[in-house]
């Protein structure tokens, strides 16, 4: 869903949906589900490209020494002149930033607390106010992008997160101790939602089944 209103531009995705698309300087931007992406139809030709993300998207920003691009994800920012990398910054998740390619900026939305990031590292922002720094798995977080789920090694709770997002449905675990179990998992996001419980279900771990438009998790 597209609406422009005084020059700029808001980019509403469906649940189970990516999309892709281009934006004045040519930087392509992969947006996907329940994602919000605002920027201005024309970037000013001086000064900062600037731009909003609700929920999760992939930049691959085109190159310009003069002029930053900023991600604003809720209390994250992000600087670049030209790179590749991901931002999720979806409601009610700390925002984190994984780098591929170049290297950005990582700080806190009106404060002076930043810190750099290289390629194969992950950034994110804390509730208290912290920017920490991991090594990032590239074929996992790559996953989304090619319209996987992908999982090495993850705790449940990300997993279950990542498929509430994903088919904009709710998850009740009725298991504390299941929410930290770690899991190998690979499969298509292309999928009904009860094609997808059958193959967590064949994993042995847990039972899960769809319920009063609810996933359980027992």
Not at 47 to 72: M, N, Q, W, Y
Not at 78 to 87: A, I, S, Y
Not at 127 to 141: F, H, Q, V
Not at 171 to 190: G, P
Request: charged residues 20%; contains cysteine.
């Amino acid at each position: 869903i597209t609406s422009e209103s005084n020059g700029r531009i808001t980019l509403s995705t469906p649940p189970a949906t990516t999309t892709q698309i281009t934006l004045d300087d040519g930087t392509q931007v992969t947006l996907s589900a329940n994602s919000r992406l605002e920027y201005p139809k024309q970037f000013p030709t001086e000064g900062t490209r600037e731009i909003h993300l609700t929920g999760e998207a992939r930049f691959e920003v085109a190159k310009d020494a003069e002029r930053p691009f900023i991600v604003s994800s809720g209390k994250m920012q992000t600087q670049v002149l030209g790179t590749v990398f991901d931002v999720n910054a979806y409601p009610g998740n700390a925002p984190a930033v994984t780098l591929y390619q170049g290297r950005v900026k990582v700080g806190k939305a009106a404060s002076p607390i930043e810190k750099e990031i290289v390629p194969g590292q992950c950034a994110t922002l804390t509730t208290s106010g912290d920017i920490r720094l991991a090594k990032a798995t590239r074929t996992e977080k790559e996953g989304w992008t090619k319209d996987e789920f992908y999982y090495d090694n993850t705790e449940m709770i990300t997993v279950l997160q990542n498929i509430g997002t994903w088919y904009n449905i709710s998850v009740i675990c009725h298991s504390a101790d299941l929410l930290h179990k770690r899991v190998h998992f690979r499969f298509s996001r292309n999928v009904p939602i009860k094609t997808l419980l059958n193959v967590l279900n064949d994993l042995g771990i847990a039972h899960f089944q769809y319920k009063d438009k609810q996933i359980v998790v027992e």
